[in-house]
């Protein structure tokens, strides 16, 4: 079955701190790979993905993801925080083609200290 | 409605009861997706529609659970006899397409005394 690990539970930083989420995944076939993000009070909302091609992907606010198949691994990096970034994180896989089940992880609560 | 609707916001039942719980989704999108979001537990998934399709409803935890999607468009998802370990986020999106960005709803918060 398909799972998703973040490997962080939660992460303190100082604004302008480089930030990098884990995540690994377990699906031996060709996956899509998102991120998600939930500011405190919002509704989750899409940060970024990848289905093919390229990849390092980019998302909005600055952040980007790089798949590293070899690895099973889709991590999430940030150069500068902000405070503005303080929120929870999550990472989600599902398998190509298939019907569209969609796996989160457990979260990474990520708080950027001013 | 401009995005994924969810009924009620909060809910305080008695353990035993059954609840019910409400989605709307964003008009025209085909899939729909039920999740459970408990603290430190991340979003577990529950049961997948999409279209006309049988539904996957692999991710739900017991007999209890049932959901249902009317007409390809509201959904309800229904926990009969709760148990206080059901207390946790009920939250319902939608897509356009298998798996594509997903819309979220606020959720509803449950919570069995």
């Known amino acids: 079955a398909q799972s998703v690990s973040q490997h962080n539970h939660h992460v303190i930083l100082s604004e302008a701190a480089s930030l990098e989420l884990g995540c690994n995944y377990s699906?031996?076939?060709?996956?899509?790979l998102f991120w998600y993000v939930q500011y405190p009070g919002q509704h989750l909302q899409l940060l970024l993905k990848?289905?093919?091609?390229?990849?390092l992907v980019k998302g909005i606010k600055g952040f980007e993801a790089e798949f590293i198949k070899s690895k099973f691994s889709f991590n999430l990096r940030k150069p500068s925080v902000q405070w503005s970034d303080t929120a929870e994180y999550f990472c989600?896989?599902?398998?190509?083609?298939?019907?569209?089940?969609?796996?989160f992880g457990q979260g990474t609560t990520l708080q950027v200290k001013p | 409605g401009a995005g994924v609707s969810q009924s009620p916001s909060n809910k305080v039942t008695e353990k035993g009861k059954d609840v019910e719980l409400r989605c709307d989704p964003i008009?025209?999108?085909?899939?729909l997706y039920w999740y459970r979001q408990s603290l430190g537990q991340g979003l577990e998934f529950l049961i997948y529609?999409?279209?006309?399709?049988?539904?996957?409803k692999s991710g739900l935890p017991s007999d209890r659970f049932s959901a249902e999607r009317t007409g390809g468009s509201v959904s309800t998802l229904t926990i009969q006899r709760t148990q206080q370990e059901d207390s946790a986020v009920y939250l319902c999106?939608?897509?356009?397409?298998?798996?594509?960005?997903?819309?979220f709803g606020s959720g509803t918060q449950l919570s069995v005394l």
């Open positions: 989600a896989v599902t398998s190509s083609g298939n019907t569209g089940k969609l796996i």
């Open positions: 999106a939608s897509s356009s397409s298998r798996a594509e960005k997903l819309f």
């Open positions: 529609f999409q279209g006309n399709s049988a539904p996957d």
């Open positions: 699906y031996g076939g060709t996956v899509n």
């Open positions: 990848y289905f093919s091609g390229d990849p």
């Open positions: 008009s025209g999108h085909t899939a």
